[in-house]
């Protein structure tokens, strides 16, 4: 079965730091690219960052660039999302997804983080 | 940025009836290697979002074919045929034609 499985959500303090894990299984993970979508509680949905097959390239919505870093394990089946200097508007729950070209096919069933002091 | 806009944001209607839901885009979504990444998502009440239609028409797997997309450049549909009870939910149009992806803002379908 093909399972997208995050971890690492939590409270965090304003400027505060949290890691994201996503543990990839049932598929060749380094056959795809992934992104992290992220959703405010009753919001909709934000695109948050994306990373390729390999790891070499990245993009970051505007929100996040220069706090936020993709990153991946493809030994270990695993992206991350490390998020730095956090504030209350990045409070949401955080997904990770499978991105086969130009679509997001496969979604965790995603980690909350709540930024607040 | 690409803006994308879904009309309307709330759908009531009737079980066994057809629903449709728009979604334009501030700019066309066809790419440079000649594919247009529109795709369909739909999330259930406490659900995380689940892909229904990629490249304007193309269902995902398992999804019945009672729903449908259809479109082009900068104006897309996604069609229900016939509305079951397991519809229920908030239908989201996403384009990764260009960074940074983007979604509507969302279509809440209910039933009346």
């Known amino acids: 079965e093909v399972k997208l499985l995050e971890s690492g959500g939590g409270l965090v303090q304003p400027g505060g730091s949290l890691r994201l894990s996503c543990a990839a299984s049932g598929f060749t993970f380094n056959n795809y690219a992934m992104n992290w979508v992220r959703q405010a509680p009753g919001k909709g949905l934000e695109w948050v960052a994306v990373?390729?097959?390999?790891?070499?390239?990245?993009n970051y919505a505007d929100a996040v660039r220069g706090r936020f870093t993709i990153s991946r394990d493809n030994p270990k089946n695993t992206l991350y999302l490390q998020m730095n200097s956090l504030r209350a508007e990045d409070t949401a729950v955080y997904y990770c997804?499978?991105?086969?070209?130009?679509?997001?096919?496969?979604w965790g069933q995603g980690t909350m983080v709540t930024v607040s002091s | 940025d690409i803006v994308m806009t879904q009309t309307p944001l709330s759908s009531p209607v009737t079980l066994g009836q057809p629903a449709s839901i728009s979604c334009r885009s501030s700019q066309s979504l066809v790419h440079s290697d000649g594919n247009t990444y529109l795709s369909w998502l739909q999330q259930r009440p406490g659900q995380p979002p689940r892909l229904l239609i990629y490249k304007i028409s193309n269902r995902f797997s398992g999804v019945p074919d009672r729903f449908s997309g259809s479109g082009a450049g900068t104006d897309f549909t996604l069609k229900i045929s016939r509305v079951e009870a397991e519809d229920v939910g908030v239908y989201y149009c996403m384009q990764a034609t260009q960074f940074p992806y983007s979604f509507g803002q969302g279509t809440k379908l209910e039933i009346k």
């Open positions: 997804t499978r991105e086969p070209a130009g679509t997001c096919d496969i």
């Open positions: 990373i390729t097959m390999t790891g070499d390239g990245t």
